[in-house]
Structures are given as C-alpha cells and as structure tokens.
C-alpha cells in the first residue's frame, strides 16, 4: 500500500528543547492510524508540527511524496491536511453555520479574491455527502458554536474539517471530556468517515475504543517511538498497560 | 434636559467609530491600541488639506482622507507593531503610546497649534421639538449611523468580516481553518483606518480641528470600547451611546470639568458586576 503520510525523524519543540526527538511514521492511505501514550510523550506536539502550528526543527514531512515543511498551517489545509484540535476547536462565538462557511472559504490562502466572497459554494453549510454524515447539524446552524453541548460540537469540529475534503484528517484526542456513549458515536463516526476514503491520524488516551477501529498503531514516548504494530496485535496482548507505557519488552 | 440628551447622543455617535475600531483592533491583535487619537488628529488634518487648501468638497475629501488612513494604518502597523508582535500586549500599548506621540506631533509640526476647522457653509439650525439641530450634527449621525450598519453587514454577511472574527475568536484555530491571518491583519487595520478618519473629520466638524483632538476623546472612547465589551462590535456602538449620554446629562448636576469623570465612574461600577462588558465574551485564557 502507498503512504499517504510520512514523517521522517521528526524534531520540534518550544523554547530551547525539543519534544519531539526524531519521530518516523508511515501511514498507509486510506487506513486509520492512533499514536498512544503516556502524558507528556508528545502526541499534542507532534499533531500540532503536522498541522503546520509549530514549526519542524529537523526532519520531514510528506503529504503523498510532497514535502509540507515550508508550508504555512493555511497552506497546509488547502494541501490537503486538516486537523482537529483538543479543545477549543470550533469559533465559539461564530454560529454553526458560519463555523462550516469559514472553513470552506480558505480565507486568503489561495489569494486576495477569497476575500471578497468568490467561493460561491460557501453560501451553504455542508454539501450532501457530509449531510448525511452529520444530519444532526443543520438543525443547529443559526446557534453560537460555543452553546453547542460537547458532543455536539465535536462534530461540528469534524464536519468543518472535513468540508475542505481533507485527503489526511488529524484528530487530537476526539473523546476527551466525553461520556463513554458520546466516545462510541464518535468512534463510529470517524470509522464512517474513513470509510468514505480519509485517511486518519488519530491521537487518543482511550486506546482500546480507538484501537477497535484503527489499522495500525504508534506507541509514542519522550518524543521518540516506542513501538509501531498492527492494532489487532496490540488488541491482543496480555499486557496493554506496560505496551502503553512503552515498555520496550513489549516491541514488536 | 432633551436637549443635553441630544448632545450627548451626537457626541455617543462620533465616539462610537473610534470605539469601533479601538475594539476591532483589540479583537484581532489583543492589544489596546492608544495611538487611535492621534489617527484620528492625522486623517482629520489630511481631510482638512484636501477641504479647506486644494478646495475639495468636504466628502469627497473625507473620503480620499479615509482611504488613505486606511492605507497609512497598513503601512504603520508594517513599521511599528509587527515586529513586536510577538512580545506581547504590554510592548504593543506602549509602542502605539509612542506612536500617538509622534503621529500628533506631526499634525502639529504641519498645522501648527491654532485651532482650525473645516470649509463648509454654515446653515441656520434648525428645530424640533424644542431641540436645537445644527446640520453638522444630522450628518453626524447619519454618517455614523450609515458606517455602523456597513460594519455589521460587513462583519456578519462578508467573508473577511466572518475571519475577522474567527481569528478575534482563536487565532490558532483560524490558521488551520485555512485563514491567513497577515492578511486578516491588514484588513483590519485599513477597516480601523477608515473608521478613525470618519471620526477625526467628525469631531472635527462638531468641535474644531486642533493637535489634541483626538486624544481628547481617547478615554471616553476607551471606556466606550470596555463598557460595551471590547472585541464586540455592538458593545462598542452601545457602549459609545452610553457614555455620551451620560458624560452630557451628567453637567447638569455636576461642574462639565467633571464631565469625563462620570462615564469612567459608571464603568467602574458596571465592570464590578459585569467584568466582560455589556456584550463582551468571558475572557478564556488559552
């Protein structure tokens, strides 16, 4: 299978340090990869290098062979990466609607035009496929983002990233803060929506939920690569606690 | 009493465009710009040359003069506040502090100090309803009243006024929904430009044009922007109504020396029980 994403001794970090310490990571298109571990191993940092928001010290990335180092986050985006961050991730005080029209405009990245409203796609909020992806959604669209519920605007952050027809969507812990019947429809969903042919990169604490619908998996920490396996093989260990942690006994 | 109200809101709908763009600034930069007197002091003297010198018509002078605020707030904030754009809200207030200095000190170094005003044909006021009305102040207000509402259709219906606030909202997120934010960033800044030239021509017309115009009214449209909420562009429009209204009612019981007192008194008291302002959003540390 050809990768999609390759991520070649990754370096970056804030202030004098690096977090991440040379990270190497392949994923195959179409699939949907989770990197787990511990607290401080660098997952945030290293969706936020590849979205573009912190810039990469040493090392690559490719987006389907081309390189996306020199590229800024917005340049990114129409390039064919959209992430989704932890929190925070939609315009709290935009409403639904306008949430879904910014994200389709692309503000300035393609050129001054963008601007003054030439996209006239942007009129409407999703297009059909997403429609069905996220029916709840249209219901909502003249209400603030920020007085959506959790779970509500957890899709919402996904449909605005989805809208630019991402080729690589970057999902930052999709169920933090959700109660254990809102992960499994958030899980689902993302299973549909890799279905539809996204590959997925996903970060996540709550690694068996996510391991269920993943290919592959990454075990990150200290910035570097603890273990890289199939996740039905992890699924399958004794021991996922110690795998977790990065117990380098347990390296496939 | 109606009278004093009337006043109040003329002085409320100058002060709103100041306290406009003072807000929209603060929204998309997260700075407190107080170089926003001297710009007005600057695009009123630059009306003025084109007025009452090469003999313009005031509104196509105010026009010209507001375009070219807009254009000289572009390249300002290239010069000053772009390299410090990085080092904080404190390094950035303090540079347009120096910046006010200097641009008002040009007005002055090219105008001098006399007081001026612009060249237009004085008219009779006129009356209703006992109050007395000068047409300087219909235009006022239907000039300020007509940039308020492109403001709001811009800011709600428009693309860039939809990243406008979308960066105003969460700059990080807004560069990965594909915003460049540089050039959102100078939008804003030309929007703020035009905003500040209607206002300086205003004030202008209402008092007359001098170096200090301008940061006169610097407070009173600071506590315009932060009674209504800064970064809400409806709170800074109330919030300058407010505090016109009040500032004017308010020498009718207390000597006008004190009249900037009262709105900053009635600040205080709002912002005990209301710290984000009328309409402003709690601020969220992220």
């Known amino acids: 299978m050809t990768s999609i994403l390759k991520v070649s001794s990754l370096h970056a970090g804030y202030g004098a340090g690096d977090i991440l310490k040379g990270i190497d990571v392949e994923l195959p298109a179409g699939s949907i990869l989770t990197i787990i571990g511990p607290n401080g191993s660098g997952k945030s940092t290293l969706a936020k290098t590849l979205a573009g928001l912190l810039r990469a010290r040493q090392g690559s990335i490719e987006l389907e062979g081309e390189p996306l180092n020199e590229l800024s986050a917005p340049k990114r985006v129409l390039a064919g990466i959209s992430y989704v961050p932890q929190e925070y991730n939609v315009f709290r005080n935009l409403t639904v609607l306008e949430n879904l029209k910014i994200a389709r405009e692309f503000m300035g990245a393609r050129g001054p035009r963008d601007f003054m409203g030439a996209n006239g796609k942007a009129a409407r909020g999703l297009d059909d496929g997403l429609e069905e992806l996220f029916p709840e959604l249209p219901k909502h669209y003249r209400i603030a983002a920020g007085n959506l519920s959790g779970g509500q605007r957890q899709m919402l952050a996904f449909a605005c990233a989805l809208t630019v027809r991402p080729k690589l969507l970057i999902l930052d812990e999709p169920s933090a803060g959700l109660s254990p019947i809102l992960t499994r429809e958030v899980f689902e969903r993302v299973e549909r929506v890799n279905r539809t042919g996204v590959s997925i990169l996903m970060i996540e604490q709550n690694a068996i939920e996510a391991l269920r619908i993943s290919h592959s998996c990454v075990v990150l920490s200290g910035g570097r690569v603890r273990a890289c396996a199939s996740a039905k093989d992890v699924l399958g260990m004794k021991d996922l606690n110690s795998f977790y942690l990065g117990d380098a006994s347990n390296r496939i | ?286």
């Not at chain 2, 390299?83 to 000190?105: D, K, Q």
């Not at chain 2, 960066?167 to 934010?181: F, K, M, Q, T, Y």
């Not at chain 2, 009612?249 to 600040?267: C, D, Q």
């Open chain 2, 1 to 286: 009493m109606l009278q004093t109200a009337f006043n109040g809101v003329v002085t409320g709908v100058i002060m709103a465009l100041p306290a406009l763009a003072v807000t929209l600034l603060f929204g998309v930069l997260k700075f407190p710009n107080f170089a926003v007197g001297a710009m007005m002091t600057v695009a009123a003297y630059l009306a003025f040359g084109l007025n009452a010198q090469l003999g313009w018509p005031l509104a196509a002078a105010t026009v010209a003069a507001a375009l070219a605020m807009g254009a000289l707030c572009i390249g300002i904030d290239q010069l000053t506040f772009k390299p410090l754009r990085e080092r904080g809200a404190i390094t950035l207030m303090v540079a347009s502090l120096g910046l006010g200095f200097i641009l008002e000190n040009v007005a002055r170094f090219a105008y001098g100090n006399t007081a001026r005003s612009f060249a237009i044909e004085l008219a009779r006021p006129f009356r209703v309803a006992d109050v007395r009305m000068n047409h300087e102040q219909m235009i006022t207000i239907a000039v300020s009243s007509a940039a308020m509402i492109a403001m709001w259709v811009l800011l709600t219906r428009l693309p860039i006024g939809r990243a406008m606030r979308a960066v105003a909202d969460n700059p990080s997120l807004a560069l990965v929904r594909g915003i460049e934010s540089p050039r959102v960033i100078r939008w804003t800044w030309f929007l703020a430009g035009v905003l500040l030239a209607l206002g300086g021509v205003l004030i202008g017309m209402d008092r007359a044009l001098e170096p200090p115009m301008g940061s006169n009214y610097l407070i009173s449209v600071f506590a315009a922007a932060i009674l209504g909420g800064l970064g809400s562009p409806l709170g800074a429009f109330v919030g300058a109504l407010v505090v016109g209204v009040v500032s004017e009612l308010s020498t009718l019981v207390v000597a006008p020396n004190y009249r900037i007192g009262v709105p900053l008194l009635a600040l205080a008291v709002i912002l005990v029980f209301r710290p984000q302002g009328l309409f402003g959003q709690p601020y969220i540390r992220k």
